[in-house]
């Protein structure tokens, strides 16, 4: 049982690890996809700029795709992760209802830039809520290294233990096993040398 709680300890932080990883690599794809709304308004790149973010609402949602079996199991994070995802598709639909501007209006658009601000907000609000997942996610980590030391210390008491049990155990046969065999035979030899020494009243018990 030790040895398959310590392994669960390892488990789990090598997890949590991995999640730790994929919320990061979130938030600076949330980070990053603000930027080419941000670059079309101001620079002037049209095609290319839609295409840079297209590439990355392409990569966001492929980091939700690998939390989202994460996070629906954890309930304190089930919550995070909806708000975070609900945050982005909108964050995208203000992207592209940006550059649904003719690039020629975009510049200097009030409309515009009401959507840019809305879109600023919702990144941030996103980036915040990642924050405090990934908050969670260290303070999981650290109470499974905990567990994982605690594991340790336990299977290392455990195996001293054990150590020791058997050298008591093998003193205990040494004892019956002299007591049973050797004395019988030392007794039998002791009546035996007698006997040939002309005593025949020498006997041994069986």
Request: avoid cysteine.
């Amino acid at each position: 049982p030790r040895l398959i709680h310590l392994q669960a300890a390892f488990q789990d932080i090598r997890e949590e690890t991995r999640e730790m990883q994929m919320v990061m690599a979130l938030k600076f794809a949330i980070s990053q996809a603000v930027m080419p709304a941000n670059d079309y308004l101001i620079v002037g790149g049209d095609y290319d700029e839609r295409a840079n973010f297209e590439k990355i609402s392409k990569e966001v949602e492929e980091k939700f795709s690998g939390l989202e079996p994460h996070a629906l199991n954890r309930p304190d994070k089930n919550e995070i992760f909806l708000a975070v995802r609900k945050d982005y598709l909108d964050l995208k639909q203000k992207v592209r209802q940006i550059f649904a501007i003719p690039q020629e209006q975009a510049y200097g658009d009030a409309r515009a830039g009401h959507l840019m601000e809305g879109l600023d907000s919702l990144a941030d609000k996103a980036i915040w809520e990642i924050g405090k997942w990934h908050e969670i996610t260290n303070k999981e980590i650290s109470e499974a290294e905990k567990g994982f030391a605690h594991a340790q210390r336990e299977l290392i008491l455990f195996s001293l233990f054990l150590i020791l049990f058997l050298i008591f155990s093998a003193l205990v046969i040494r004892v019956i096993l002299t007591r049973s065999i050797v004395e019988p035979i030392e007794s039998l030899l002791g009546a035996t040398q007698k006997i040939m020494r002309g005593d025949l009243s020498a006997r041994a018990k069986e």
